[in-house]
């Protein structure tokens, strides 16, 4: 079964970049979307389409996709930016998840 | 705006079915340029897709868990439902439903843009 590969963590010191990937064999040829999940909170929808920002979400974040790898990335990071982030695509009909990135704000 | 709100009971007995309804509130469900879904996240893990859904002849069911799920769509009462028979231990978790988008362009799937506060459910022995 299609499979999307996240590092299990990543740390990142307050007002640095941070950087997350999501590595699949079908991501060339299909979207990715990012999901922020902050602790005992619902998912929210980050970037969809690789690299588009739903309205509110901040300029902060931004997403990009070479090759089999999409890619989050929070720019100037923030304490409030500390969750969990995962990634999704479609394989057709089927949504499949990475297994998520818990991002730390030291 | 939209809102989503799961609800259903938090406690279902191992062996019996796990039933949960879905309340579409700000808008109405049978709009044509969104599905449904069905996402549930199992204690400290990460999410796991289980059903998209339109109405009764638009469904598509994670095949893991296809043998045991079923959907439906109330459209007079703007809701719709999960229930997963045959529940285990393995069946508890948080669960999701959300707002899927659709490519304006040739309709395929696109992102889970509204989602849930999320309703737990614990299946006990």
């Known amino acids: 079964s299609y499979e999307l590969t996240q590092p299990p963590s990543v740390s990142v010191s307050p007002g640095q970049t941070a950087s997350i990937t999501c590595s699949g064999d079908k991501l060339g040829d299909q979207y990715a979307y990012w999901y922020q999940q902050r602790p005992g909170q619902s998912p929210i929808l980050i970037i969809y389409?690789?690299?588009k920002r739903p309205s509110g979400i901040p300029e902060r974040f931004s997403g990009s996709s070479s090759g089999n790898t999409a890619t989050l990335t929070i720019r100037g990071t923030q304490s409030m930016d500390e969750a969990e982030y995962y990634c999704?695509?479609?394989?057709?009909?089927?949504?499949?998840f990475g297994g998520g990135t818990k991002l730390t704000v030291l | 705006q939209l809102q989503l709100q799961e609800s259903g009971p938090g406690l279902v007995k191992s062996s019996e079915t796990l039933s949960l309804t879905c309340i579409v509130s700000g808008g109405a469900i049978n709009w044509n340029n969104y599905y449904w879904g069905w996402i549930r996240q199992p204690p400290g893990k990460g999410l796991e897709w289980i059903a998209t859904l339109y109405d009764s002849g638009s469904t598509f069911y994670n095949p893991s868990l296809k043998s045991r799920v079923t959907t439906s769509v109330d459209t007079s009462k703007n809701q719709f439902s999960l229930r997963l028979t045959s529940v285990t231990a393995a069946d508890t978790a948080v669960y999701y439903c959300?707002?899927?988008?659709?490519?304006?362009?040739?309709?395929?799937?696109?992102?889970?843009?509204?989602w849930g506060q999320g309703t737990m459910v614990i299946v006990s022995s």
């Open positions: 959300a707002r899927l988008c659709l490519h304006l362009e040739d309709s395929s799937f696109d992102a889970f843009d509204i």
């Open positions: 999704q695509a479609w394989d057709s009909t089927t949504v499949v």
């Open positions: 389409q690789d690299t």
